[in-house]
């Protein structure tokens, strides 16, 4: 499977975040939220592909999944902490805010069932493949 991942201002984030530090400022939510991305593992086998994401502390109905012209975008929000409660923190290193992660799908991937679960943190996304994508046995005759 060729997927690729879009994530246009991933070095930006990351600049910002290091001169945010060397100079003592905090992240806002909309920096942070740029910021965030989960961590995605992706298998393929001989009939589906499969996603699977970290989403510690995010709740299914905050999570919005969709498929459009090849592309499966994984979207959501996870809620934190307000400001205010974060005083005498040492070190804040779990975002909040608005995530994203954006993936072209092959064209072997059956866009009409597309299934998504999440447990115990962990969204999965589960793509079949085209039934006429799929390896098949032909019978060689004597």
């Given at each position: 499977m060729n997927m690729r991942i879009y994530q246009p201002n991933t070095m930006l984030n990351r600049l910002h975040d290091e001169i945010g530090t060397l100079f003592g400022t905090s992240l806002d939510d909309v920096s942070s939220a740029a910021a965030w991305s989960p961590a995605v593992d992706i298998k393929e086998d001989d009939g589906r592909y499969l996603i699977h994401a970290d989403l510690p502390g995010v709740k299914a109905e905050d999570v919005n999944i969709t498929l459009e012209k090849g592309v499966l975008t994984i979207e959501g929000s996870r809620q934190g902490e307000a400001a205010e409660e974060r005083n005498g923190y040492r070190?804040?290193?779990?975002?909040?805010?608005?995530?994203a992660r954006h993936f072209a799908l092959p064209d072997t991937a059956d866009s009409d069932k597309v299934e998504a679960k999440l447990k115990d943190g962990v969204l999965e996304v589960t793509i079949l493949k085209k039934e006429s994508s799929k390896p098949r046995r032909i019978r060689v005759h004597s």
């Amino acid at each position: 499977m060729n997927m690729r991942i879009y994530q246009p201002n991933t070095m930006l984030n990351r600049l910002h975040d290091e001169i945010g530090t060397l100079f003592g400022t905090s992240l806002d939510d909309v920096s942070s939220a740029a910021a965030w991305s989960p961590a995605v593992d992706i298998k393929e086998d001989d009939g589906r592909y499969l996603i699977h994401a970290d989403l510690p502390g995010v709740k299914a109905e905050d999570v919005n999944i969709t498929l459009e012209k090849g592309v499966l975008t994984i979207e959501g929000s996870r809620q934190g902490e307000a400001a205010e409660e974060r005083n005498g923190y040492r070190r804040v290193e779990r975002y909040r805010g608005q995530f994203a992660r954006h993936f072209a799908l092959p064209d072997t991937a059956d866009s009409d069932k597309v299934e998504a679960k999440l447990k115990d943190g962990v969204l999965e996304v589960t793509i079949l493949k085209k039934e006429s994508s799929k390896p098949r046995r032909i019978r060689v005759h004597s």
